[in-house]
């Protein structure tokens, strides 16, 4: 059986009431009495039970997530996994608010961290856009000793504590494997529709589609990256306009959340069913594209489990404790007509 304070009263010779403001670093135990509860915890090998303690406590967890102001279907998601653990605060012990600020920004972002310094909330999670202002920000945050979780997209090479989001690379090499393997050895262009350059997610998802393609279906050109920065009229402007001009394009994989504009752009073209379509993000629109053979494949991360991932992590970083890896990766799920949930 595991230690109890009742065994370090008895060990020690004292009340549990001692013991209680030994563990909680309350005044009034004298600096014998101290040292000779700490020395039973350590004799007997007492670990305190910290979420338990703060259970009965009553403590609560303030915490801020930072997510993009954007008009896609995948940060609407986000958003509403968010709201549902806002719902789920009174059992969690959490006061969870949002702050939107605009989309690839980092100078907003930057000035919401700052603020949030001030505040100093127990935990902050937040979509990152990469830039070196933006990693000295975090790690501000972090000296400070506020944990830091990125969503989605991380800041490699901050002092961040987790990222809660999918292998991006990965996922890259996967939607390229996919696509060559669907077109079977054809010749030509693949387009590219990202939303920008600006965030680490999608840059690592492009280095993988692009170092697959260059080595395993050399038939296959990559087309400079149209950037539409996840808006979906803008996305469908650049596909569509894309589509116009160059006749070699066999395939396109969209790496970001402009999949609306895009498939507008793709249906637009109905007679022309010979284009392969991978995305990511399973939403209610992709979902129908994939139905009706507008796209082939979908690449999906599940939103609620990194909302979820984040707050565990936040509430063990607020704790001192240990974050257990295999709870918290983030599964890359595959989804076509066929297997769609």
């Not at 801020?64 to 986000?78: C, R």
């Not at 000296?143 to 991380?154: A, H, M």
């Not at 149209?226 to 116009?244: I, K, N, T």
């Amino acid at each position: 059986m595991r230690p109890t304070v009742h065994d370090i009263a008895a060990a020690a010779g004292v009340s549990l009431a001692t013991v209680d403001r030994v563990l909680n670093q309350r005044p009034g135990v004298r600096h014998v009495t101290r040292e000779k509860v700490e020395n039973a915890i350590r004799e007997i090998g007492y670990v305190r039970d910290v979420a338990a303690a703060n259970l009965a406590k009553g403590r609560t967890y303030p915490f801020v997530f930072i997510l993009p102001a954007s008009d896609n279907s995948f940060m609407h998601g986000l958003n509403a996994e968010v709201r549902a653990a806002v719902a789920r605060a009174p059992v969690d012990r959490t006061e969870i608010r949002t702050i939107e600020i605009p989309a690839f920004d980092p100078d907003a972002l930057v000035a919401a961290l700052e603020m949030l310094g001030e505040e100093r909330p127990s935990g902050i999670a937040l979509v990152a856009t990469d830039a070196p202002e933006v990693r000295e920000a975090v790690d501000k945050l972090v000296e400070n000793g506020i944990p830091v979780v990125t969503l989605v997209s991380d800041l490699t090479g901050s002092r961040r504590h987790h990222y809660a989001g999918v292998d991006n690379i990965a996922a890259g090499r996967t939607a390229a494997r996919l696509l060559g393997r669907f077109l079977g050895g054809a010749e030509g262009d693949v387009a590219v529709l990202a939303g920008s350059m600006l965030v680490r997610d999608h840059r690592e998802r492009l280095e993988g589609f692009a170092a697959v393609i260059a080595r395993e279906f050399p038939s296959l050109s990559i087309l400079p990256v149209l950037e539409g920065r996840d808006d979906p009229e803008m996305a469908y402007m650049l596909v569509a306009d894309a589509l116009s001009k160059k006749g070699g394009i066999v395939g396109v994989y969209s790496l970001g959340a402009g999949n609306r504009g895009l498939i507008k752009a793709l249906k637009a073209r109905a007679a022309d069913r010979s284009l392969t379509v991978v995305a990511h993000e399973l939403t209610a629109h992709t979902r129908a594209a994939l139905i009706d053979g507008t796209i082939d494949a979908i690449l999906n991360q599940d939103a609620g489990h990194e909302v979820r991932s984040a707050i565990r992590v936040l509430k063990a970083k607020a704790d001192g404790l240990a974050v257990i890896d295999g709870q918290e990766r983030i599964r890359l799920d595959i989804f076509l007509k066929d297997n769609l949930p």
